[in-house]
């Protein structure tokens, strides 16, 4: 697979894997633990070498299962995982923190589950308001010198906190949600990202699932989906937004490609520092998502699909408010 280049220097895989939704988010696992090691390695067997999880997963679960998927290949990937959220004593997640302390108290507890004596890059899962940005990239600052963490990043953060961290602890890479129906960075973050040399790293670059196409008004989602809760995934939300679908697939009948591998491409277009994170939890809809590097859109592609998204407004909101309020902080 072809490769590339986050901040300054960390090189991955034009594709990475998100593997948050082998533990939790989206409905029952389709197999055992073992299914989804066995994914992990499909994927580096495939030329991927960019993971990605977080202590929140499960929680601590998720770590766990991405350090015993990779410990046989460690020298040949780039682990990635979150810090941010403080627990109780029963695991339960209660609230942000990034609390120099519970920063590293969080970078301990990843370290001992993903199996590494250095954590490749290191993410602020989502700003603590109550924190100063300047005390939480000072912290990562003193990992990075300690041999702990090799690179630091940020998740989900506004342009104007992105540069004070930077100015303390360069920042490598920058991840939030980005996609064809969600494309909020353009306006800010982007542009900050590209004159500072910092990556981007997009989550959910398939919408959650809908961009696929597998997804519409009768699909059901179990409780334990995270997509029952989202507004952007009621019944009349997925009715209205059928038509950015609906654009992905006439491009793919050209393509001879899917409408998943189309949205993915259209990313990896955008800027040759942009990584996406799709994840799946079956390998063929890995190899489908590998795919799409291999897509090229023309200039004449692209200008179609931004004509044509431009005529479409999305509708719904990309999560509950309360959940929304951890954002662009």
């Known amino acids: 697979m072809q490769e590339r ?3 300054s220097g960390l090189t991955v895989s034009a594709m990475g894997l998100g593997c948050m939704g082998m533990s939790q988010s989206y409905g029952p ?3 055992n633990r073992q299914d989804m090691i066995d994914v992990i390695r499909a994927a580096v067997d495939r030329g991927v070498t960019f993971f990605d999880t977080a202590e929140v997963y ?16 460690r ?4 682990l990635a995982t979150k810090f941010g959220f403080a627990f109780d004593d029963q695991g339960r997640q209660t609230g942000v923190s990034s609390r120099p302390e519970q920063i590293r108290k969080a970078a301990e507890g990843s370290l001992r589950r993903l199996g590494v004596d250095v954590i490749d890059l290191y993410y602020q899962h989502r700003v603590d308001p109550d924190v100063p940005i ?13 041999g702990k963490v090799r690179h630091f990043g940020m998740s989900e953060a506004a342009a104007r906190t992105i540069r004070r961290a930077h100015a303390v602890q360069p920042v490598t890479a920058v991840q939030s949600e980005y996609s064809l129906w969600w494309r909020r960075p353009e306006d800010e973050v982007l542009p900050t990202l590209e004159e500072l040399g910092i990556g981007f790293v997009p989550f959910s670059p398939l919408g959650k699932g809908f961009l696929t196409g597998s997804i519409d008004q009768s699909t059901s989602f179990t409780g334990s ?5 989202i507004p952007r995934f009621t019944e009349e939300a997925r009715s209205a937004n059928q038509a950015v679908v609906d654009l992905l697939t006439a491009i793919a009948r050209r393509k001879a490609a899917t409408p998943a591998q189309i949205a993915l491409a259209w990313l990896l ?4 520092w942009i990584v996406p994170i799709p994840g799946t939890r079956r390998v063929e809809r890995l190899e489908e998502n590998i795919g799409a590097a291999d897509i090229d859109l023309t200039a004449e592609d692209l200008e179609q699909i931004e004509s044509a998204a431009a005529q479409i407004e999305v509708v719904g909101a990309r999560y509950p408010e309360h959940l929304e309020r951890r954002t662009n902080l």
Do not use: C, H, M, W
């Not at 020298?75 to 780039?78: G, I, M, S």
């Not at 277009?269 to 040759?272: E, F, L, R, S, V």
């Open 269 to 272: 277009a955008q800027k040759p």
């Open 29 to 31: 696992n389709p197999g």
């Open 225 to 229: 989906d995270i997509r029952a809760s």
């Open 58 to 73: 499960g929680p601590y679960v998720n770590e766990e299962l991405v350090g015993e998927a990779l410990a046989p290949v």
């Open 75 to 78: 020298d040949r990937v780039v």
């Open 134 to 146: 300047e005390d939480v990239a000072g912290t990562v600052k003193e990992l990075v010198s300690e």
């Open 5 to 7: 280049t986050l901040g």
